[in-house]
């Protein structure tokens, strides 16, 4: 069903994935990836329990930079989440992974192979001329220590945003988007586009070996639909997978202590209008309310977690 009252997400303010041990992930994404310490603190109380769904949630919160993108490492210290199944698969509606934009894959794949990663990827991949809207991108597919989903791309001089081919000496230069396994692309879109006002951005249908040999599986046909937010910058893309078609669903039970937990922060111009539209929409809450934020260490005033039709955790925030 779709909304008259359409939901204007601005932009992506940042991608929140939940870790098992701080300084662990901390050390992998400074050293291995390049990134910044924005800021590093700990929350606890009833707000951030009611935001994430989470009773009594006590949590390490590690902002980290990339070119103009946010990453947030959430440890939890007084929970202990399952952990990410360990033969999770790209076709699992789990599968959720954020693509660093690179100046120099054959640079960057060195550097990252003395690191301890495991590869999805046989090796980085150089999509093929048939595929016109994606041709010449390179790729590479990896997890982190907890087993997170991770991609470098490099763009070719036609592809990407213009950001990505400004002279520079950095290796890694940010975020492109975040990429998401789901069971139904118009079901998706009735959410992502006709619901949170995301604007469809290209698209391409992935296949052949190099797909196969990109997401670790024995065959692979991909719909890829990539979404931007209307201020641009960091989107989403959604991977509707006909072959070897869909993997398993995100258990209901999953919490945001679990460590497969991702969360993409969204900023919307009016969480009220934003959360009654949802509600309307039969859409999935964790959180039983808008949270209201005082303490000045919080990077918003407000916020509410929601699931998308497959489970994938969106925080709406208003700044």
Not at 84 to 102: E, G, K, Y
Not at 131 to 152: M, Y
Not at 241 to 264: C, F
Request: hydrophobic content about 40%.
């Amino acid at each position: 069903m779709v909304i008259n009252n359409k939901i204007q997400v601005q932009r992506i303010r940042a991608i929140g994935l939940t870790v098992t041990d701080g300084d662990r992930s901390l050390n992998f994404y400074t050293q291995a990836l390049g990134f910044k310490v924005v800021s590093d603190i700990t929350v606890a109380g009833q707000d951030y329990g009611d935001l994430e769904g989470v009773e009594t949630a006590n949590i390490r919160i590690i902002t980290l930079q990339l070119g103009d993108e946010l990453i947030e490492l959430m440890h939890y210290l007084n929970v202990e989440g399952k952990l990410i199944p360990s033969d999770s698969r790209s076709n699992d509606l789990w599968f959720q992974h954020f693509a660093i934009a690179v100046s120099d894959m054959d640079r960057a794949y060195a550097h990252l192979r003395s690191f301890p990663i495991e590869p999805i990827s046989v090796e980085p991949q150089t999509i093929p001329p048939d595929n016109k809207a994606s041709a010449g991108v390179r790729a590479f597919k990896f997890k982190d220590p907890d087993g997170h989903n991770l991609e470098l791309i490099w763009f070719p001089a036609d592809k990407g945003q213009d950001k990505w081919h400004q002279d520079t000496e950095n290796l890694f230069l940010g975020i492109d988007h975040s990429a998401i396994a789901i069971a139904n692309t118009e079901q998706s879109l009735n959410f992502y586009r006709d619901t949170l006002g995301m604007q469809i951005d290209g698209g391409s249908l992935n296949q052949g070996e190099t797909q196969a040999h990109l997401d670790g599986l024995p065959e692979a046909k991909v719909q890829v639909t990539p979404l931007r937010p209307i201020q641009g910058g960091l989107g989403i893309e959604m991977l509707d997978y006909i072959v070897p078609g869909n993997g398993r669903p995100m258990p209901s039970d999953w919490k945001s202590s679990e460590t497969a937990h991702m969360q993409l922060e969204l900023v919307v111009n009016d969480i009220e209008q934003a959360v009654e539209t949802l509600r309307l929409s039969g859409v999935q809450f964790v959180s039983s309310a808008i949270v209201q934020f005082t303490d000045s260490a919080s990077p918003y005033r407000q916020g509410c977690l929601v699931k998308d039709p497959d489970g994938h955790a969106m925080l709406l925030i208003e700044e």
